[in-house]
């Protein structure tokens, strides 16, 4: 178990963080009062399995929390259990902006009579205790929430986990469409294995079928632009830190072109190095003239 403490000045990006290492996996806690965090991590680390990476946020929104936040890492080091204290951290005018665009209440607006510019600074001089013990401080300031995200996966994430998973998957028109697919080809313009009698009944998983789909000069070159499109995409959406991306191919009725486009597509995004699922919605509906 990988157990990270996580804290810092309201705004600057925590929501985010917890958010990506949920994406990979760990189990997270939010606002855990700093009074109940000693208690608590001991809880979590008898109850849960010892593979489960954990993460628990405790900042300003349960009030002043640094005399209670150090407590608690004293009590935690003297028990040996082994952690590591996430810091987030942001210059004044970033936090200022972030806060009038979402229009939230600062955790200690009401401890500065209202004037945001002092809570944030009563807010970091409070703070400073911890951030000088922690083990990881990352600074916000001019970062967007996908090179957070980034940063964040190359950080805490495990091998697998800095990989963008693919799903390829094949569907049929006919059956209604996929709404969730980040990328969707149309094949509908090859030739159509259904009307050929004694391929009908097969499907683009077996041989007959995907070599009558890719027998066509078009559709070797339809597949290999696709592959190049591909080649490019990729690495463009796991640098805006996207962790799945679904690759959709239709043709009627799910069976024949797009099971073949779709199999084809996982083995060469496979080749790439990425974790792939190849799933097909409707290679197991009957087929009905």
Known sequence: MNLYLVTGLAGSGKSQLINTLEDCGFYCVDNVPAGLLYKFVTLICHSLSAQRDVAIVSDSRSGL????????????????IKFSVIFLDASGDVLQSRFKETRRKHPLID?????????????????????NI???????????????????????????????????????????????????????????????????????????????????????????????LIDMLLPLYQREGKTQIVIGFACTGGQHR???????MGKHVADLGYPVVINHRDIDRKSKK
């Open 111 to 131: 401890d500065a009579d209202g004037i945001l510019p002092v809570a944030i600074e009563l807010e970091r001089e409070h703070m400073s205790g911890i951030k």
């Open 134 to 228: 922690a083990d990881y401080v990352i600074d916000t300031t001019d970062t967007t929430p996908s090179s957070l995200r980034r940063q964040v996966i190359s950080m805490f994430g495990s091998d697998s986990q800095k990989n963008m998973n693919v799903v390829c998957m094949s569907f049929g028109t006919k059956y209604g469409g996929v709404a969730y697919a980040d990328l969707l080809f149309d094949v509908r313009c090859l030739p159509n294995p259904y009307y050929i009698p004694e391929l009908k009944q097969h499907t683009g998983l077996e041989s007959c079928v995907s070599d009558y789909v890719m027998s066509s000069p078009e559709a070797v070159k339809l597949r290999d632009k696709l592959f190049d």
């Open 258 to 264: 797009s099971v073949t486009f779709a199999e084809a």
């Open 65 to 80: 929390v640094s005399d209670d936040f150090l407590r608690a890492v004293n009590e935690l080091k003297k028990d040996g």
